[in-house]
């Protein structure tokens, strides 16, 4: 068994960060070491590999932003980029073989076609409309650009309050097919699909909740339970980031920022959460985490306090035990394997 996983950090460029880095992940040990960067490039806040060993992430090129294309060995293939700000998040669609991003600032979803040698082109646009009650919701914020089980690509509106699914055709089209409404005020971020049951979990920033969702396909979702992230005793400020469930499909996880913890879920019979612990991350801003590739450790990384803190996690019962805190990546926002 392998004992070495390679582990890649997206960042923000604004302090002392350079771009994209990566480490050692020894996974007997939980131990980070190695850490070099990768690839310079500003503000790289969102990190996907596909099959072929390619990177994709959010880049900028002459005060432009975008996407950027790279080789897993650093090189990089292309930009696609516009004026204004970059991209939030990039997944890819190997079936399609297509790449999406998500504009948070622009309110926007984008479809790319991946070329052969795994640089991009602009496949379709669309700009979403509306705002919410929030003062963080004046405009459409896309946040998230990722494909359902049943192969359409549902996006999160963190300004609008909406889950909006669109069918892909094969050149990257996008026709929209149905709108799901959360919450108001909610702030809808990241969504993750259970395995085999029919159920996604919604993650909303603005006000720390989690909506589970039955999913019938077809991009209809129907709302079953809303469960908050936090303590009922706390009242500071918070903004909830990342959502992960576990292989096994029996545990999930949510990251608060300003409470600056983990909240740990167990998954019931019928798709539905109950809260297990909630665990101080010990650093600032945890905005980002993910599981190891064998699901034995837990790795969180801080936007301001420029440290991963590694989990050890037990998988019988999903609870989480610090192993480390001290680790230093500069400004991390992403945490990926390349898995």
Do not use: W
């Amino acid at each position: 068994m392998n004992m070495k996983e390679i582990v890649y950090f997206g960042t923000y460029t604004r302090r002392i960060s350079q771009g994209i880095y990566k480490a050692d992940f020894d996974t007997e040990t939980g131990k980070l070491s190695n850490l070099e960067l990768f690839a310079t490039e500003p503000s790289p806040t969102y990190l996907a590999f596909d099959q072929h060993q390619h990177l994709y992430t959010v880049g900028s090129h002459d005060d432009k932003g975008g996407i950027a294309a790279y080789r897993t060995d650093g090189v990089l293939l292309n930009h696609v980029v516009e004026e204004g700000a970059p991209h939030c998040y990039v997944a890819v669609d190997e079936t399609r073989s297509l790449v999406y991003g998500a504009n948070y600032h622009k309110g926007q979803v984008l479809v790319y076609k991946r070329k052969e040698d795994g640089c991009l082109e602009l496949a379709d646009k669309v700009q979403h409309t509306g705002h919410g009650p929030h003062e963080n919701q004046a405009s459409p914020h896309v946040h998230y650009t990722d494909l359902t089980p049943d192969q359409y690509l549902v996006t999160c509106d963190l300004g609008t309050d909406e889950v909006i699914t669109y069918d892909v055709d094969l050149e990257g089209k996008l026709t929209k097919l149905a709108t799901y409404n959360c919450n108001p005020g909610a702030g809808a971020r990241h969504l993750v699909f259970h395995h085999h049951y029919k159920i996604a979990y919604l993650i909303c920033e603005l006000n720390s909740t989690i909506e589970v969702l039955i999913y019938d396909g077809v991009g209809e979702f129907e709302q079953m339970q809303v469960i908050s992230t936090l303590p009922d005793d706390y009242s500071g400020f918070n903004g909830t980031a990342a959502i992960r469930l576990s292989k096994d499909g029996k545990f999930l996880y949510a990251s608060n920022r300003g409470h600056n913890s983990i909240a740990v879920y167990s998954i019931l019979a019928d798709g539905s959460l109950e809260l297990l612990e909630i665990v101080p991350t010990n650093g600032k801003n945890p905005r980002d985490f993910d599981l190891s590739p064998d699901q034995e450790f837990l790795i969180a990384v801080h936007q301001d306090s420029d440290n991963a803190t590694v989990f050890k996690r037990n998988p019988e019962t999903g609870r989480l035990a610090e192993l480390s805190n001290e680790f230093h990546v500069p400004e991390a926002v992403c945490i990926s394997f390349n898995k």
